[in-house]
Antibody, heavy 121, light 111 residues
Framework: QITLKESGPTLVKPTQTLTLTCTFSGFSLSTSGVGVGWIRQPPGKALEWLALIYWTDDKRYSPSLKNRLTITKDTSKNQVVLTMTNIDPVDTATYYC?????????????WGQGTLVTVSS | QSVLTQPPSVSGAPGQRVTISCTGS?????????VHWYQQLPGTAPRLLIF???NRPSGVPDRFSGSKSGTSASLAITGLQAEDEADYYCQSYDSSLSGWVFGGGTKLTVL
């Protein structure tokens, strides 16, 4: 059974750097084709894909946020970390990490429960 | 503004059939990339409902079905039940963005 869980601060001040950790089980990020992605959802709004990292350490970023995002993995700890710099109140959202099962499958399943991050001074 | 276009809301009475559309362009749906659907119940994380345009993961009732044609896709729900009241999102891959894109979401209300 694959599970993922996000962790990180619930409140961040504007201009700070946000660091979120996705801890997963039931799969390995050293397995061919596997990836872990981050998706966020502002309150009452739609889902937005942010970043994804593959088993090869290949990284993909949303073009609109590319300059502010960094995604890394620690295969031995079964963790993926997302950092977002220069945080702004518009970045207030629930942040989800999700499993992507293979290179050819472009869907996310399953998702973590999400973590709500509020940006406020 | 989301890359894929969905109606903000749809509604139907119990037992009825509803459809939710997802409209894209030649850089994603029209380029041949599959469409996937997620169900998000209130206060919960999205759950994969349909993958690869029309495939249901195990555990998803056959009341849910998906289809794709050209630059659009649709999710159909038959025999509506109160428990189907949720937000539904379509998702695909965008070759021009080299990334994954979502629709704006559709809120289904069961009357």
């Amino acid at each position: 059974q694959i599970t993922l869980k996000e962790s990180g601060p619930t409140l961040v001040k504007p201009t700070q750097t946000l660091t979120l950790t996705c801890t997963f089980s039931g799969f390995s990020l050293s397995t061919s084709g596997v990836g872990v992605g981050w998706i966020r959802q502002p309150p009452g709004k739609a889902l937005e894909w942010l970043a994804l990292i593959y088993w090869t350490d290949d990284k993909r970023y949303s073009p609109s946020l590319k300059n502010r995002l960094t995604i890394t993995k620690d295969t031995s700890k079964n963790q993926v970390v997302l950092t977002m710099t220069n945080i702004d109140p518009v970045d207030t959202a629930t942040y989800y990490c999700a499993h992507k099962g293979s290179s050819w499958s472009n869907w996310f399943d399953p998702w973590g429960q999400g973590t709500l991050v509020t940006v406020s001074s | 503004q989301s890359v894929l276009t969905q109606p903000p809301s749809v509604s139907g009475a119990p037992g009825q059939r509803v459809t939710i559309s997802c409209t894209g362009s030649s850089s994603h749906i029209g380029a041949g990339y599959d469409v996937h659907w997620y169900q998000q119940l209130p206060g919960t994380a999205p759950r994969l409902l349909i993958f690869g345009n029309s495939n249901r993961p195990s555990g998803v009732p056959d009341r849910f079905s998906g289809s794709k044609s050209g630059t659009s896709a649709s999710l159909a729900i038959t025999g509506l039940q109160a428990e189907d009241e949720a937000d539904y999102y379509c998702q695909s891959y965008d070759s021009s963005l080299s990334g994954w894109v979502f629709g704006g979401g559709t809120k289904l209300t069961v009357l």
